[in-house]
């Protein structure tokens, strides 16, 4: 045999095992593969990945742009690569700061007991650690990402500038579908709801792969440690800053009553929907949401 010929099949080797192990970790890992592309898309629009001292631990961070200081919040058992579609379209005349939230993505805590307040005081050590940590800053939060905002700004309301509220978490109400699916079915039912696969059914084994990650992941530790005075309803006429509602019309898991209720209940607030959007605006219809955005930041005067 060749030398030439012993080369080449030495290389095709590689390559098959290299395909193989691909395909192998793709299958057990969907979930996870699919965040790592995410994480990379953020840095790649431009925004630094960075650390920050946590009361708990470090907390991940991505930030860009420059002007004042924009944070975007992910929901429950998301991560920072949720608002890939939407940072990159701020940073002209911003700076935005996309962290993990406490317990989250690469933000420890890993394990153990997650509270809200963890999240909060997390918060805080990333916006202390801005550049300008002196100025107020705009919390736009969806989700979890709101509830966390919310609270933040009741604690230090000299420190925000406004809020944006995104399909909001933080009413004492039980949603139409559960957060912590026990099977493939159940989990699909989540996915739906969320409504970011955009009319395409996943396959099993990727639906198989979201039970078990959301089973061990930060959703159930939160779950387990929200106290009744966690909840908002008696708390949101206490905020003291403006704030921008909005809202997707087609929100399955939140539905617009919850948004037409923190609009109401809230001292300066008016209501946004985005017609045809779902629960994860960021993700499924990320244009409609970065004009909204982009009209309460000002960046959009028309």
């Known amino acids: 045999m060749s030398s ?14 290299l395909f193989v192990g691909t395909a192998v970790y793709l299958y057990s890992n969907p979930v996870g593969f699919s965040l790592w592309l995410g994480r990379q898309a953020l840095t790649s ?3 630094g990945r960075g650390t920050v001292d946590g009361p708990r631990g470090e907390l991940r961070v991505f930030a860009g742009g420059e002007g004042p200081t924009v944070v975007l919040l992910h929901g429950l058992g998301d991560q920072a690569a ?14 935005v700061v996309v962290p993990d939230l406490a317990g989250h993505g690469d933000s420890e805590p890993s394990d153990g007991a997650l509270a809200l307040g963890d999240l909060v005081e997390g918060l805080e050590a990333v916006i202390a650690d801005e550049p300008d940590a002196q100025s107020p800053v705009t919390l736009v939060g969806q989700d979890l990402g709101g509830w966390v905002a919310v609270l933040y700004a009741l604690e230090h309301p000299d420190r925000v500038e406004r809020l944006v509220l995104v399909d909001s978490l933080g009413l004492a109400r039980e949603e139409p579908v559960s957060r912590l699916p026990s099977n493939p079915e159940q989990a699909r039912a989540l996915v739906e709801a969320l409504g970011t696969s955009k009319g395409r059914p996943l396959a099993d084994f990727v639906l198989d792969d979201m039970v078990q990650k959301i089973r061990r992941g930060p959703v159930r530790r939160l779950y387990g440690s929200v106290e009744p005075g966690d ?19 087609d929100d399955a898991l939140t539905p ?19 017609r045809g959007c779902g629960h994860v605006p960021q993700q499924s219809c990320p244009e409609d949401l970065l004009r909204s955005l982009r009209k309460v930041l000002g960046q959009d005067r028309r």
Do not use: N, Q
């Open 4 to 17: 030439a010929l012993k080369l080449f099949l030495s290389l095709a080797a590689i390559v098959v095992a």
């Open 45 to 47: 629009s431009g925004l």
């Open 82 to 95: 949720s608002w890939v579609k939407i940072a990159s379209g701020l940073t002209s005349r911003h700076r």
């Open 231 to 249: 909840y908002l309803e008696d708390r949101l006429p206490a905020v003291e800053v403006p704030v921008a509602v909005i809202w997707g019309e």
């Open 256 to 274: 617009v009553a919850w948004g037409e209720y923190f609009a109401r209940r809230l001292p300066e607030a008016h209501l946004v929907l985005l």
